[in-house]
């Protein structure tokens, strides 16, 4: 029974260890199961961009609230996260591009995010390396990108620091009071946590969940190449097709000088395997908005598994009906920049305290049906 | 066979006089740099496996950086930086 923790996350990513960090500060007893690396997973393969996105008004308060807690929270971790507030410049191509930088910035100055509008020359003179017939952009300073692996390795640590506990090991089963391990045997807690990503839905097969398979590449390190991450301003059409292969223009500068390259977007992939043609258009796309990109050496490529929700919003809080069992999963392309606020949410409804955004539309009963048990 | 000629480079501005047909990271070698670059951390590094697989001897070539130097024949004038 609930003999040992008073919560058991299932997952180390990045979601899984700022739940723990949150739990545990909260001064609950918290294990950490996980059969791999820290931060092995989707985290290793997102972009760390931590960033304000307006795709839904839900989707908006939860990332702007995450990002507000990573300005809080990185810089405690330490330099070693590389949390820096680069911005996000959104590039437009053409006078289409410019009206929806033009509305994006609407939005964002409605929830109070600073955005500036860049003409041509403007953002010919912010981005040296963009191809000089673009439209314009908006520059959105609060913006920033972190390196995800090493923040979810820190907030772990954290976690750890107010006694939580790393297991290594796999849930097979959930049962309330406990998960059950590969020997049959049970880890005992009062509520467990499936903060597995995409692999939530092998414990819960109800789970909504489809896997997103992305690829990145990363470049050589040529310093000032470019400052700001660069997306281009239809970048939400491109990640949120329902249906369909899709790459966007999506470049970030890292602090080493290096380029990480996104994105890609293929739904129900079977293998994590780099598939040469998907990883050719998406080079293509980012080479098309910066040509001087073609000429540097890329030095890896490798893919992960978004965990997507039809509704494009996360699953955050009990699983109905099922008393005990709790969600953290389901963040799509967001769960970098969401994890800070996913934790504070999940820990508000543990607890019983308010939350600080309203929680229901990330509640897992709008698509599982049933009522929330809280 | 006609005799190779010599190939004038320079190397982080001293001259280096090579044999036709010297790969850059031989010519780095013999003017006596001990590092063709510096990891993230700054830690020096030099050619290791000569055969263009292993990319620690990267060096700066004519203004590009990160050219390999183990697969890069000198050429006349060719201005090498290796840090």
Not at chain 1, 259 to 283: K, N, W, Y
Request: aromatic fraction near 4%; hydrophobic fraction near 45%; proline fraction near 7%.
């Amino acid at each position: 029974m609930a003999e040992g923790f008073d919560a058991l996350i299932v997952g180390a990513g990045i979601v899984g260890a700022a739940c723990a960090a949150e739990l545990a500060a909260a001064g609950l007893c918290v294990g950490v199961l996980e059969p791999g690396a820290v931060g092995g997973g989707a985290t290793a393969a997102g972009m760390g961009h931590i960033v304000a996105m307006d795709d839904s008004p839900a989707q908006l308060a939860l990332t702007r609230y995450s990002q507000t807690l990573w300005g809080e929270l990185a810089p405690s971790l330490g330099a070693a996260t590389e949390y820096t507030r680069c911005g996000t410049l959104w590039v437009a191509a053409d006078a289409a591009g410019m009206a929806a930088v033009r509305l994006r910035q609407e939005r964002y100055r409605q929830a109070g995010i600073p955005g500036e509008v860049l003409d041509g020359p403007a953002l010919q003179e912010a981005e040296p390396n963009l191809r000089p017939d673009l439209a314009g952009g908006l520059l959105v300073p609060e913006d920033g990108v972190l390196y995800a692996p090493r923040a979810a390795a820190l907030l772990l640590q954290r976690a750890a620091d107010a006694g939580a506990r790393r297991i290594r090991g796999q849930a097979v089963g959930l049962r309330q009071g406990g998960a059950v391990l590969p020997d049959g045997s049970v880890l005992g807690a009062g509520v467990v946590v499936v903060a597995a990503g995409v692999q939530s839905a092998e414990l819960l097969p109800e789970l909504p969940l489809r896997g997103k398979k992305g690829h990145l590449a990363i470049t050589d390190r040529h310093p000032g190449f470019i400052r700001h991450q660069l997306v281009e301003v239809g970048y939400l059409q491109s990640a949120h097709a329902a249906a369909g292969d899709s790459v966007a223009f999506n470049v970030q500068p890292r602090p080493t000088g290096q380029m990480l390259i996104g994105s890609s977007r293929q739904f129900d992939r079977p293998g994590t395997e780099v598939e040469p043609a998907m990883l050719a258009r998406m080079l293509a796309a980012a080479c098309a908005y910066l040509p001087g990109l073609a000429a540097l050496s890329c030095i890896r490529s490798w893919t992960g598994m978004r965990a997507a929700t039809p509704d494009d919003l996360p699953l955050i809080g009990p699983y109905p009906g099922r008393p005990g069992v709790w969600l953290a999963t389901g963040h799509e392309g967001l769960g970098i920049t969401t994890a800070t606020g996913t934790a504070r949410l999940l820990a508000a409804q543990i607890l019983g305290r308010p939350p600080a955004i309203p929680a229901e539309p990330y509640l897992p009963a709008r698509l599982l049906g049933g009522a929330a048990v809280v | 066979m006609r005799p190779l000629s010599d190939v004038h480079i320079t190397v982080n501005g001293l001259p280096v006089r090579v044999p036709e047909g010297t790969v850059v990271a031989a010519a780095v070698a013999a003017a006596g740099v001990a590092a063709s670059r510096r990891s993230v951390r700054g830690e020096p590094r030099a050619a290791l496996c000569g055969m263009g697989i292993c990319f620690e001897c990267r060096v700066t070539i004519d203004g590009r950086p990160h050219r390999l130097a183990c697969q890069t024949p000198c050429r006349d004038g060719m201005v090498v930086v290796a840090r």
